[in-house]
Structure formats: C-alpha cells, structure tokens
C-alpha cells in the first residue's frame, strides 16, 4: 500500500518555466488537496478537490492550476514559475474518516 | 474566518522533562475537526490525532495527551517524559465540516519547534 506518492522529491526552475508536480494515490479517497509549506507560516492550502471533475480553489492558489481526471491523480501545474513559488509542496488525500494522509513533500526551488 | 493559533514558536526541553503545546482556534462552525500533525526533520507529516467537535474527552496515547477545550477554544498536546526522538514541528489544524462533511480543507498554525536535549 503506497499511500500517497509524489513526484519529483526535488526540482529547480528558471523563473518563467513550467512544470507539474504529480500526486497520486491508491487508497480510493475522494477527497485530495495541496498545500505548500514556507517558514513560519505552517501549511498554506493551494487547491483542492472533493472527487473527479470537482476542483476549488484554497488560499493560496494564484499562479497554480489543477486538475482531477480520476480518483487517484491529482496534478499541481505551475504556468510559469517565480521565485515566490520556492517553496516545499505537499499533496494530501483523506476518505470519510478525515485523517488526510500526506505525500513525501516536492522541495522546488526557482531561481 | 477560521484561524489556528500556536503562539509558541520554539520550545527547548531536556529529555525527560513534560512539555505542552499550546494551539488556540477560531471557528464558527459547530460542528468541526481538530489534528494535531508532526514533522520530524526528515520532512514528512505524520499524522497524531483527530478530535471532533462533540468530543471532548480528552486523550491519552502512551506518553501522548491531548486536553479539549471548547470553552477556551483550545486543543493542547503534552508529552509526558519527552524523548530525544520527539524532536520535531509540531502543527496543530482545523477542518470544516459542513455539508456533504469535508471539503478536504485544513487550516494550520504556524507549527511549534520542539528540541529535546540529551
């Protein structure tokens, strides 16, 4: 059982360029989210998802895209990186008990 | 809005000692989710605890502790006897739970460090 999986674990960018993180999970969740994690301001929600086809945005998701094709893949799209955007990225996924199990975390750097 | 609060930024314990981590919420929801999350230095979120809002018992899991208040709208987690390997951020979070019962949603304070010294 996997859990939750992110890819890359690591990334650097050239401001203006793009990427997408990847999260995938295989415990059936309907729900998924990311959040990004920056010093001493905990976890900031980017956007999340409450099944296929259903996405909305957190408080931070300017400069960030998503997408939920299926259930278990839940794509985090950087249309062109600033350096703001430096930051560590984590995805999650939580079924109805709530207890929202966390990926490994992408630590993306923008230069 | 719903905010979390932990005024406490860093803490320093030597092993053994009992430490307390504070976390103070504001919601007006009734009905709500609490979590208390650690992340040691290896950089994963590991999952401690889910309180929900009609439950006030507090919790004990070994040298774990959780104290639930809601009339200080607070949700404390004590480690009794703490060990060199509680070093870690430790978050404290909130979720909605309207409608259809989770948007997938939480809100984090800003984490507390903990250091346990040798």
């Known amino acids: 059982n996997a859990g939750v999986t992110q890819t890359p674990k690591f990334q650097v960018l050239k401001t203006g360029q793009s990427m997408t993180l990847q999260c995938a999970q295989d415990m059936n969740h309907e729900y998924m989210s990311w959040y990004r994690q920056d010093p001493g301001m905990g976890l900031r929600l980017i956007h999340y998802s409450v099944g296929a086809g259903i996405t909305d945005q957190g408080e931070v998701p300017n400069g960030y895209n998503v997408s939920r094709s299926t259930t278990e893949d839940f794509p985090l799209r950087l249309l062109s990186a600033a350096p703001s955007q430096t930051s560590v990225y984590f995805c999650?996924?939580?079924?109805?008990?709530?207890?929202?199990?966390f990926g490994s975390g992408t630590r993306l750097t923008v230069v | 809005a719903q905010k979390v609060t932990q005024a406490q930024t860093e803490i320093s314990v030597v092993e053994k000692e009992d430490v307390t981590l504070d976390c103070v919420y504001e919601t007006r929801d009734t009905t709500y989710y609490l979590f208390w999350y650690k992340q040691p230095p290896s950089g994963e979120l590991v999952f401690l605890i889910r309180?929900?809002?009609?439950?006030?018992q507090n919790e004990i899991s070994g040298r774990y502790s959780w104290n639930f208040q809601k009339s200080t709208s607070s949700f404390n987690f004590t480690i009794t006897a703490s060990q060199v390997v509680d070093s870690a951020v430790y978050f404290c979070?909130?979720?909605?739970?309207?409608?259809?019962?989770?948007?997938?949603?939480?809100?984090f304070g800003q984490g507390t460090t903990l250091q346990v010294k040798p």
């Open positions: 999650a996924s939580s079924g109805r008990d709530r207890r929202r199990t």
């Open positions: 979070a909130l979720s909605e739970a309207r409608g259809s019962g989770n948007t997938g949603k939480l809100i």
């Open positions: 309180r929900n809002s009609f439950d006030e």
